[in-house]
């Protein structure tokens, strides 16, 4: 049974450095039109693509983009869409299915919230990103720090008790002391979920353009922390967060005990997913598909009835991409890949497959065989997509 995730493709405006498809909305202008061309495309979407009814999914994902960016009406609309076509069905019988929004402070107030909890959403992703003010808005952030604490408090008082807050480190002149404040304001909230992520300079979003190497506008990098103090930062949150009793199970994730999120871990456990909206992915049976990353093409396509969303972006991945991919993917999380759930998907044995790379890794401690489980030494995690190449086939 995949999970789903729902891509809702509207910011109030954009972030300098996000590469994310996502169309500024503004105000109460015609803009919002964008919505309901969005709206109209995506119940044609579900009708076309999934006829049988109702398809049981095993988690929900509202991402983008800025869900909340949305009025109550409008969440009502897309959360009825989604509820009146999909069944949601744990595929562990003793846990509740997880649905996860993303939020952003500034855009939530009690009437979405409340519309949120009659649909069943049960936890809140909220991007914080920093809680220093100047630096919010030297990456164009729409929030203070003072809205995340007012976001946490409304979304606790409408009764959500499973909060994530993602933080960013690396920002243009944050310091390791601005990065210690950081975490320590958002521990101080007690959300029960926290990730941490590197910046990403993408060289088409605007900070990129100002810091990429290889940018030709690139005038100045000297205030973004170097490699050495981005680890330095990496490190200290890691254990500051497992000393407050997060438990780090993704190399950027960090839970209470039962509150690891379980839309992601399926992805890193190598399980189908759905994904629905202009630019969402799916990825079903080994076929890895991407809609057509355009609002007007993809409401055009599905209202003229056209049931090709991808532009062509269709991937057949291979057995030997499949194994890389499981491989990278499981190796993210630090209780690894267990070995006889690799051997029933692949109908191999991970040893004879990578023979004396996996020797070569284990005798250098970077990864460890125990008790049935492929393990990352924590150590590693950080650069873990770097030193575990060769495992790519
Ligand atoms: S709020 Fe998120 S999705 Fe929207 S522009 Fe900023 S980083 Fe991108």
Redesign the pocket.
């Known amino acids: 049974m995949p999970s789903l995730y729902v891509h809702v493709p509207f910011?109030v405006r954009?972030?300098s450095?996000?590469a994310?498809y996502?169309l500024p909305l503004g105000g109460e202008g015609s803009e919002r039109g964008n919505i309901f061309k969005y709206l109209t495309g995506l119940e044609r979407e579900i009708e076309y693509c999934y006829t049988e009814a109702p398809a049981g999914v095993s988690s929900l994902f509202l991402g983008?983009?800025?869900p909340t960016v949305l009025n109550y009406q409008e969440l009502d609309s897309l959360l009825k869409l989604i509820h009146n076509r999909f069944s949601f069905r744990s595929s562990v019988e003793s846990l509740s299915i997880e649905k996860t929004v993303e939020a952003?402070p500034g855009t939530i107030d009690q009437e979405k919230l409340a519309v949120l909890r009659h649909y069943g959403m049960n936890r809140i992703s909220l991007?914080a990103q920093s809680f220093n003010d100047d630096q919010l808005q030297s990456i164009g952030?729409i929030h203070t720090s003072a809205d995340i604490e007012l976001g946490v408090k409304l979304i606790r008082e409408a009764g959500f008790i499973n909060l994530n807050l993602d933080l960013i480190f690396g920002l243009p002149g944050q310091t390791m002391e601005d990065w210690k404040t950081t975490v320590n304001r958002a521990v101080s909230l007690t959300p029960e979920h926290i990730s941490i992520y590197a910046l990403t300079l993408e060289e088409e979003t605007p900070l990129g353009r100002r810091y990429c190497e290889n940018s030709p506008s690139k005038h100045d990098n000297a205030s973004l922390p170097d490699d050495d103090l981005q680890a330095d930062m990496y490190g200290w949150a890691s254990s500051f967060l497992n000393s407050q009793g997060y438990i780090h199970y993704e190399i950027s994730n960090f839970a209470q005990a039962g509150f690891e999120g379980r839309h992601n871990l399926s992805y890193w456990q190598g399980e189908d997913y759905l994904g629905l909206g202009p630019g969402a992915v799916s990825c079903l049976n080994g076929i890895r598909v991407k809609n057509v990353q355009d609002i007007d093409l993809y409401r055009n396509n599905l209202v003229s009835g056209a049931k090709s969303l991808n532009n062509g972006e269709v991937e057949y991945l291979s057995q030997n991409q499949r194994i890389s991919e499981y491989v990278m993917l499981g190796l993210r999380t630090t209780k690894g890949i267990k070995i006889n759930l690799f051997e029933e998907k692949f109908k191999m044995n991970i040893q004879d497959i990578y023979g004396y790379k996996l020797v070569n890794y284990i005798d250098r401690d970077i990864l460890s065989l125990e008790d049935g489980w492929l393990k990352i030494n924590p150590a590693y995690l950080f650069v873990s997509n770097l030193i575990l190449q060769d495992l790519i086939l």
Do not use: A, L, V
Request: aromatic residues 16%; contains cysteine.
């Open positions: 910011c954009k972030c450095y996000c994310f996502s983008g983009g800025t952003n991007g952030r």
